[in-house]
Structure formats: C-alpha cells, structure tokens
Nanobody, 116 residues
Framework: QVQLVESGGGLVQPGGSLRLSCAASGFTFSSAAMSWYRQGPGKERELVATITSGGSTANLLNDVNGRFTISRDNAANTVYLQMNSLKPDDTAVYYC?????????WGQGTQVTVSS
C-alpha cells in the first residue's frame, strides 16, 4: 500500500534552515507528482509546492517563493523540501502528499516550529 513518511522537522530560530524529507513506497514514485502541504495553528491546510514527475516545480506558494525549494531523488523514492530564511509564520505541521489512481494519500506530518 501507499506509504509516505516525513522527517526532518524540529525547532529552529527565525532565519534558520531545515530540510524535510518524505520517503515514499507502494507506488511508482518516478511517475508521480509529489506535493508538500502545511497546516499552521488555527489555519487551513495549504499547498506549499508540487514537483512534477519530470522534476519541475509547480504551485509554489507565493509566501515561500525564494526561500523554499522542492526536489526529488527518484533512486531513493524521496521528495525533499529545503526551507531557508524561516519565519515564525512558517510554523506548521508539514505533510507530504501524492495522488495515486485518483486517491489522495497523506503522510503523518512533521512539526516545524520557528521561534526564538
């Protein structure tokens, strides 16, 4: 079955960096577009970025443009989110997402807290 396992979250000071990872299994990873979403406290879940099967970035959230980079390693079945210049407003649970055969799958999420 499809599994998505996120890692790499934690507590970081404003201006710091984190790299999130999402290890995927149960589907043909190289053929799938992958996305990162986030849900901040009291907020709705929002799409942060998508990477196509060909490696192009799509749907990048305006607020993270120039600070976050999505990438993938098809050999490792892993998608990454490099987050730089982090702000307190980036505090959220970050989720990995994929749609396989019209079914949307989510990981368990990884908490990112940006605070001094």
């Amino acid at each position: 079955q499809v599994q998505l396992v996120e890692s790499g979250g934690g507590l970081v000071q404003p201006g710091g960096s984190l790299r999130l990872s999402c290890a995927a299994s149960g589907f043909t990873f190289s053929s799938a577009a992958m996305s990162w979403y986030r849900q901040g406290p009291g907020k709705e879940r929002e799409l942060v970025a998508t990477i196509t099967s060909g490696g192009s970035t799509a749907n990048l959230l305006n607020d993270v443009n120039g600070r976050f980079t999505i990438s993938r390693d098809n050999a490792a079945n892993t998608v990454y989110l490099q987050m730089n210049s982090l702000k307190p407003d980036d505090t959220a649970v970050y989720y990995c997402n994929v749609v396989v055969w019209r079914t949307r799958y989510w990981g368990q999420g990884t908490q990112v807290t940006v605070s001094s």
